[in-house]
């Protein structure tokens, strides 16, 4: 072990016993990664851009050949549930199987000048890096790392300490896939150490990141200094408006798991609803019989809705929110979770006394979701609004116009109007305000991953 080496012991989130203890890789080896991933740059950018696109496709079928093993890794390194964690997996194959067209269509522009031709390309940008966070470890890692490999660049990415198991695997999984050694490499390590280090390094393009508000932050004030691209997605607290002339049965089943899933460590989480006062009652009484019949347990069983919290500091966050908070918090009802060994927390549904509650204001990241009235569609967009971030939200309406006037009326970047759509690989995906800059996935992704370079051939003798 080289003496930059530490090790991080990985613990099961549902028993707290230790799956396996990794080692963690220091400055030297990032350095070192990076070196590598410049020094296949030009090889990888010159693979015919069919060849490229069929690598991308075998590496999305090799995945598809280990989500068993990649969804069981994620179930036991980040306590997901197996319905959840097999989607997970099977959504890194259709992002690689999406973005493997790319190379073909990488398409750049012809623009009527005098003199001449004009056209313009999209070019890579060289080795970007990917920071990854522990809430969705293998959805968030091939946001990044599939479009950025299409667009002809070679990848970094890092992993968050606590998840780091699936991003390994599908580091050696690329490797087997046929993708050349350096192209994409997988660093785990403290993002003090590797994470800073991707943003200081000269040779890094690029810093694809996905976390906290605050951390986002830093790196864009550190990417100044080297006028480094950036990509941030960030937190969220985003509302779920359900009006009076909405089904308010079907908003009602379906609140439970739009702040549930992932117990709740979802960024796209609805942790704020709006429920218009005249129908207030009538859906707290359908919400608490839907959320009371969530099933809370072992990840791995077939019919769990909702396992664990990922560490037990981030137990101790939600409490602290809650059971252990400064400001008085008027818990409406709870479902129930497992005692004993494992970061249980039961699904929480809290009364604010205002918007100025810190349980209405500050995202909690678990299974915690406040509620207040609103009286009409202004009041409702204003406190929908009424928040510093702004990355997704539902509205809950019969009334197709004012489904069309609320979802343009929010500061969001992702609505859903009577659903809560997840996120689409196929479909732009970010935030507004302290939600992040940039978008994700979809089809202008690429633009993200290249710059354009506009080149002029002088026709005249
Ligand atoms: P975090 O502390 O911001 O960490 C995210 C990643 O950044 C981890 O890999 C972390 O490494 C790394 N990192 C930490 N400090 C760094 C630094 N100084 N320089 C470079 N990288 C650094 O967030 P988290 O605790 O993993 O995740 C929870 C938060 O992420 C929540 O607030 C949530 O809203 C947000 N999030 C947002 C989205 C989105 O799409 N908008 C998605 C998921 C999560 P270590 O693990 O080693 O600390
Ligand atoms: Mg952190």
């Not at 218009?276 to 608490?288: H, I, K, L, S, T």
């Not at 497992?338 to 009364?351: D, I, N």
């Not at 089809?443 to 354009?452: K, N, Q, S, V």
Request: glycine share 10%; proline share 6%.
């Amino acid at each position: 072990m080289s003496p930059t080496l530490t090790t991080h012991a990985v613990v099961n989130p549902a028993t707290e016993e230790t799956v396996r203890t990794i080692d963690l890789v220091g400055v030297e080896e990032t350095d070192a990664a990076i070196a590598k991933a410049v020094e296949v740059g030009p090889a990888w950018r010159g693979i015919a851009p069919a060849d490229r696109g069929r690598l991308l496709r075998r590496f999305g079928q090799v995945v598809d050949e280990h989500l068993e093993e990649l969804a069981q890794l994620e179930v036991t390194n980040a306590g997901h549930t197996i319905g959840n964690a097999r989607w997970e997996a099977g959504n890194v194959r259709d992002v690689l199987t999406y973005y493997s067209a790319a190379p073909e269509r990488l398409f750049g522009r012809q623009i009527p000048v005098a003199g001449g031709l004009d056209v313009t390309f999209k070019e890579p940008l060289g080795v970007v890096s990917v920071i990854v966070p522990w809430n969705f470890p293998m959805p968030i890692a091939g946001w990044g790392f599939a479009p950025a490999l299409a667009a002809g660049n070679t990848v970094v990415l890092k992993p968050a300490e606590l998840t780091p198991l699936t991003a390994i695997r599908l580091g050696d999984l690329a490797l087997e896939a046929g993708l050349p050694e350096g192209v994409f490499t997988v660093l785990a390590g403290k993002g003090s150490v590797v994470g800073e280090r991707f943003v200081t390094h000269p040779d890094v393009r690029k810093v694809c990141f996905t976390g906290s508000t605050a951390v986002g932050q830093g790196i864009m004030r550190k990417a100044a200094d080297s006028l480094k691209r950036i990509t941030l997605e960030l937190g969220g607290k985003s509302a779920n408006i359900v009006f009076d002339d909405a089904d308010v049965a079907a908003a009602a089943a379906a609140a439970p798991m739009s702040f549930l899933d992932n117990a709740g460590q979802d960024c796209c989480a609805r942790s704020r609803i709006l429920v218009q006062r005249n129908v207030f009652d009538a859906f707290m009484e359908q919400f608490e019989a839907a959320l009371q019949a969530v099933r809370v347990g072992d990840p791995g069983d077939e019919s769990t809705e909702m396992g664990p919290l990922v560490s037990s500091g981030q137990r101790d966050t939600v409490r602290g929110y809650v059971d252990e908070s400064d400001e008085p918090v008027d818990v409406a009802f709870r479902g129930s979770a497992p005692e004993g060994k494992g970061w249980w927390y039961p699904p929480t549904v809290v009364l604010p006394k205002s918007t100025g509650d810190k349980v209405w204001r500050e995202e909690i990241f678990g299974p915690v979701v406040a509620v207040l009235p609103f009286d009409d569609e202004a009041d409702a967009i204003a406190k929908a609004n009424d928040t510093a971030y702004g990355l997704s939200g539902s509205i809950w309406t019969k009334d197709l116009g004012r489904g069309i006037r609320v979802a343009r009326g929010v500061e969001a970047g992702n609505l859903s109007v009577n659903s809560h759509s997840s996120v689409r690989y196929s479909t732009p995906f970010g935030g507004f305000k302290a939600s992040g800059i940039g978008r994700e996935l979809g089809p202008d992704a690429l633009d993200a991953f290249t710059e354009t370079k506009n080149v002029f051939f002088n026709t005249n003798d």
